[in-house]
Nanobody, 122 residues
Framework: QVQLLESGGGLAQPGGSLVLSCASS????????VAWYRQAPGKQRELIAR???????DYADYVQGRFIISRDRAKSTGWLQMNNLKPEDTAIYYC????????????????WGRGRQVTVSS
């Protein structure tokens, strides 16, 4: 069945940049609402960015001005561009999205990616 596939992330120095992507494994399952969460060791999972179906973006205060969330409906893919990274950004990042079957004409269901490690260190 359809899955939400994450890629990107990895290792960066403070002040560097990384990109995460989140794609439907089946093209005809269209991404609508998309959000990114992160969870650091010993911390609760927290919402850091969310993009509504009508295109409104919201960010947590500590990533505002540094991170950008985006989406391409034709490619059924979402991204999180992370700039000016800080050591405290180190965490596992999870994509969460509503996918709609039938080329966007079917029913919506919510899916989670498996997470990608982001490490920021000198």
């Amino acid at each position: 069945q359809v899955q939400l596939l994450e890629s990107g992330g990895g290792l960066a120095q403070p002040g560097g940049s990384l990109v995460l992507s989140c794609a439907s494994s089946i093209r005809l399952f269209v991404i609508r609402t998309v959000a990114w969460y992160r969870q650091a060791p010993g911390k609760q999972r927290e919402l850091i960015a969310r993009l509504s179906d009508d295109g409104d973006a919201d960010y947590a205060d500590y990533v505002q001005g540094r991170f950008i969330i985006s989406r391409d409906r034709a490619k059924s893919t979402g991204w999180l561009q992370m700039n000016n990274l800080k050591p405290e950004d180190t965490a596992i990042y999870y994509c969460n999205a509503d996918l709609v079957s039938g080329g966007g004409l079917g029913s919506a269901a919510n899916y989670w990616g498996r997470g990608r490690q982001v490490t920021v260190s000198s």
